[in-house]
């Protein structure tokens, strides 16, 4: 099993006729996804590696007969809400938000929209999700030869809220023998559509997850939330942790974002070092080489090394 | 982005929320002049972007034009940490008989906007929330649904605030709540609000903060402001290294480059990538005792000539004596062309690729080809089996035995 995706899962690209979309339409069918439209408005007609583009999502449920499962969405910011209403209005379940730079504002209301309708986004600021051998959702990974160099199946959840790194995470996971149950790049900005915490419930219902591994970042909440997760849900899943930014904390770098627009200090419990003691607090490792995570998970999980 | 103080009072004035009447000058003769005008006590306050000004002497009070030009003129000469000021703004001094705090800020857990209400104005909301809680109130909104008066009503009694205090603070809430809506703020606060002796309300002092991803779409309230676009508000003054990368950025249009220095000053220059693979890596140099000159980031397939000019740059800061070319495995940037890019700096500069290089590490698109091309110029290519942590190493190994 897995989480969000499965062998029969059918996906739409919004946006799919832009150069980017392009090339993440053909890695995504290369890898073995069910891309079975796209949507760009005033294309309709054309083509994208074989799969159809229409005006609207609407279109391409009717033309396929049914509601697909999900769609990536990779148009503007400033189209970017009314791409992400359409899916969601049309029925569509998961939708993977790669466009960066879209407003908090925004942002929220799809978010907002989504939680009313029963939908799931990922991202935005997000390469999209994983399931090895299975389906792959964006551009993770990247083309489908070298996804399937960096990603093998197996029992470990991956989510990070950089996309480079997902791939470097799970790449170093796959070379130590451990594979991975679902690899999730969530979205480097302040607000996003589904938080490792609000991701853990999933992991937690899925018969082939045996651990979790997460790349984390200063500023936010996101960490204190999973955090408190932990320490009110007795997960069965033990979790390792990777900081990154660790020299964001140092004095002249107040102010600052690295990285992602998501890294902005606002608080003071945005700072590297008060995110490792809340992890810790939880029984969270964070380790602080990537290196480090194979050992630490087999740790957890009783495999000798 | 931040405004200024008077910029943020202009911007709750247009939405509706009473101010006193205050003059924004660059002068000490023109503070003298609107200090005339109010006829009366004024107070003199520091425009700039940082806090601490009634510490630091950036806020001072006058009872005649001539003392309002005199404090105006050491007002205007004086930098608070590090920044110099605007101009000052004339206040005239208000009759407060009660000082409150009120603000709209993102609650980024809940994905929704918190409005914050306190009856104790004037000091550090931090504060007053640990020493006194019951002294704050707190609530959420919709971000689908419009704001309406009943939602900042429930804030504001949450303090225990009734009467006509109740009743003429809570539009002032709502509209702030609009307003940071309206505005894309991430910030909109009203710090202290006062109440005068004549049971109005008014904003003595407003602080908000603008998202920079927004501000194409409030293009109008910025030119209202009198912002230009390249009034960007950084916390420091960009270096040259820091503008040239950006110019370089600027000239093509194919992948993203970004170069920062401010904080840094060491002899390992970074042409690294992307954006979590810097962060880790600057951590990863750091950690094993190396001294980075930069930081940079690399994504999204950039050109042979943006690679060579975000090398040179670095390779041109004072005190860099190698640089470390690594990143996490790469699915879109090509490793090919970052490596065509990086040796053609080095060649162009007068260096040897292989003195100068002291690691490559990108693993993923286009590995093989990368690898040919630094081979053939002598620069060792490591692959994904050299971690991360390990290549980092490797580069501050080398820039050590050198010295």
Not at chain 1, 127 to 136: A, D, F, Q, R, S
Not at chain 2, 51 to 60: I, L, S
């Amino acid at each position: 099993m897995s989480i969000l995706l499965s062998e029969e899962f059918t996906f739409i690209v919004q946006g799919i006729t832009g150069r980017e979309a392009v090339n993440l339409t053909r890695e995504c069918l290369d890898y073995g996804s069910r891309v079975v439209g796209g949507v760009t408005p005033g294309r309709k007609g054309r083509e994208v590696h074989g799969v159809p583009v229409f005006d609207t999502v609407q279109q391409v449920a009717d033309a396929v007969g049914y509601v697909p499962n999900g769609s990536v969405v990779t148009v503007p910011p400033a189209f970017t809400k009314d791409a992400v209403f359409e899916a969601i209005e049309a029925g569509i379940e998961l939708i993977v938000i790669v466009t960066e730079r879209i407003p908090r504002r925004d942002v929220a209301e799809m978010v907002e929209l989504a939680g009313m309708r029963g939908a799931r986004i990922i991202g935005p600021n997000c390469l999209g999700l994983i399931v090895p051998e299975v389906c792959k959702m964006g551009g993770i990974g990247g083309p489908a030869k070298d996804a399937a160099k960096a990603y093998a199946p197996g029992a470990i959840g991956v989510m990070s809220r950089s996309g480079g790194m997902t791939t470097e995470i799970s790449s170093t996971l796959t070379a130590a023998g451990l594979g991975q149950s679902t690899a999730v790049s969530i979205g480097g900005d302040a607000i996003i559509g589904s938080t490792y915490a609000e991701l853990m419930p999933l992991f937690e219902a899925d018969e082939q997850t045996e651990a979790i591994v997460i790349y984390t970042e200063p500023g936010g909440r996101m960490e204190a939330q999973l955090a408190e997760w932990v320490k009110d849900n007795r997960s069965r899943l033990p979790i390792v942790a990777f900081m990154a930014g660790r020299f964001m904390d140092s004095e002249e770098m107040k102010g600052m974002s690295f990285g992602h627009a998501g890294t902005i200090v606002e608080g003071a419990e945005d700072t590297a070092t008060e995110k490792i003691a809340r992890l810790e607090g939880a029984g969270i490792p964070v380790v602080e080489r990537i290196d480090e995570i194979p050992d630490a998970v087999k740790e957890k999980i009783g495999v000798t090394a | 982005m931040r405004f200024y103080e008077y910029e943020s009072r202009r911007i709750v004035e247009r939405a509706g929320i009473p101010v006193t009447r205050y003059g924004f000058c660059t002068t000490a003769e023109a503070a003298r002049e609107v200090a005339a005008e109010i006829g009366g006590p004024v107070v003199i306050k520091s425009q700039v972007l940082t806090g601490g000004r009634m510490k630091a002497g950036g806020v001072k009070f006058a009872d005649t034009p001539e003392e309002a030009a005199e404090h105006a003129a050491a007002i205007l000469d004086l930098a608070i940490n590090g920044h110099a000021p605007r101009g000052v703004l004339v206040d005239p001094k208000a009759e407060v008989a009660q000082e409150y705090y009120a603000s709209v800020i993102w609650d980024g857990t809940v994905k929704r906007p918190m409005m914050l209400f306190s009856d104790m104005g004037g000091i550090d909301i931090e504060e007053v929330a640990a020493s006194h809680p019951d002294h704050v109130g707190r609530g959420h909104l919709s971000n689908l649904l419009p704001v309406s008066d009943f939602h900042a009503k429930q804030v504001i009694a949450r303090t225990g605030v009734t009467g006509s205090e109740l009743t003429r603070a809570t539009p002032i809430l709502a509209r702030l709540a609009r307003l940071m809506r309206d505005c894309d703020m991430t910030l909109a606060e009203i710090n202290p609000l006062a109440r005068l002796d004549d049971g109005s309300f008014v904003a003595l002092d407003a602080h908000m903060e603008m998202e920079n991803e927004a501000k194409p779409r409030q293009k109008e309230l910025l030119e209202e402001l009198g912002i230009e676009a390249q009034d960007t508000r950084e916390p420091y003054e960009p270096s040259d290294f820091e503008r040239n990368v950006k110019a370089i950025d600027a000239a093509d249009h194919r992948g993203v480059i970004q170069g920062k220095d401010h904080g840094f000053s060491g002899n390992l220059g970074l042409v690294i990538g992307a954006g979590g693979g810097s962060l880790t890596l600057t951590d990863a140099v750091r950690s094993q005792g190396g001294k980075p000159a930069n930081y940079t980031e690399i994504g999204g397939n950039p050109s042979v000539a943006k690679a060579c000019g975000l090398a040179k740059e670095v390779l041109r800061k004072d005190g860099v004596e190698k640089i470390a070319v690594m990143m996490s495995i790469v699915s879109n940037t090509r490793v090919d062309i970052v490596a065509r890019g990086v040796i053609k700096a080095c060649l162009e500069l007068g260096r040897d690729p292989a003195e100068t290089i002291a690691v490559f590490r990108i693993p993923g698109a286009w590995e093989e080809e990368g690898e040919k091309i630094l081979r053939r110029y002598g620069v060792e290519y490591c692959d994904r089996s050299v971690s991360m942590w390990d290549a980092a190493g490797r580069a501050v190994a080398k820039i050590q035995e050198g010295t």
